[in-house]
């Protein structure tokens, strides 16, 4: 494979798009690590709610990737990454220098552990509404090709300047 720069910008658009589906897998799965410390404010997170928004990004994600190879990619690196953001929102308290958290580097055991319902929910929420909007791009795009039974067009070449304006 030739490092072409359709190929640089199709894995940029695969790991944008991937970003932006790790983004709130990460502010969630550290909703459910710590609900008491997110917005809004809770003991329970509620998880069908998550679901549905995950299911929406995932139809979006969908409508903009270009195949389904892509949305699968970008659905695994987005579950990959999605529990990294969520660790570095809970150690981020650590980041200050008067703030001491021993051991940060452990914490992302329970993360995963709590994070981990989530997880497998968003996973399967995010390759259905994916793959959804991928059918629906292709449909959109299939239906905007010309037919190959529409009649071509007259050619242009043998009249004169004046019909052809007309």
Same mark, same amino acid.
């Given at each position: 494979? #030739?490092?072409? #720069?359709?190929?640089?910008?199709? /894995?940029?658009?695969?790991?944008?798009?991937?970003?932006?589906?790790?983004?709130? *897998?990460?502010? +969630?799965? +550290?909703? %459910?690590?710590?609900?008491? %410390?997110?917005?809004?404010?809770?003991?329970?997170?509620?998880?069908?709610?998550? /679901?549905?928004?995950?299911?929406?990004l995932g139809i979006l994600v969908g409508l903009l990737s270009e195949s389904?190879?892509a949305i699968t990619i970008e659905v695994l690196l987005s579950i990959v990454?999605?529990?990294? &953001? !969520?660790? $570095?929102? +809970?150690? !981020?308290?650590? +980041?200050?220098? @008067?703030?001491?958290?021993?051991?940060?580097?452990?914490?992302?055991?329970? %993360? $995963? @552990?709590?994070?981990l319902p989530l997880m497998i929910i968003s996973l399967i929420v995010l390759?259905?509404?994916?793959?959804?909007?991928?059918? %629906?791009?292709?449909?959109? *795009? &299939? #239906?905007?090709?010309?037919?190959?039974?529409?009649?071509?067009?007259?050619?242009?070449?043998?009249?004169?300047?004046?019909?052809?304006?007309?």
């Amino acid at each position: 494979m #030739k490092l072409t #720069k359709e190929n640089i910008l199709r /894995a940029g658009r695969v790991i944008v798009l991937s970003l932006a589906l790790a983004a709130p *897998i990460g502010y +969630f799965s +550290f909703y %459910v690590t710590m609900p008491s %410390v997110t917005v809004p404010t809770t003991t329970n997170p509620n998880l069908p709610l998550m /679901a549905v928004i995950i299911f929406g990004l995932g139809i979006l994600v969908g409508l903009l990737s270009e195949s389904l190879e892509a949305i699968t990619i970008e659905v695994l690196l987005s579950i990959v990454i999605g529990p990294l &953001i !969520s660790w $570095l929102l +809970f150690i !981020s308290p650590s +980041f200050r220098p @008067h703030i001491i958290i021993p051991d940060a580097s452990g914490y992302i055991y329970n %993360v $995963l @552990h709590s994070a981990l319902p989530l997880m497998i929910i968003s996973l399967i929420v995010l390759f259905v509404g994916g793959f959804i909007g991928t059918s %629906v791009m292709e449909n959109m *795009i &299939i #239906k905007a090709a010309p037919s190959p039974f529409a009649e071509p067009e007259p050619s242009l070449q043998g009249r004169s300047k004046d019909e052809r304006k007309q």
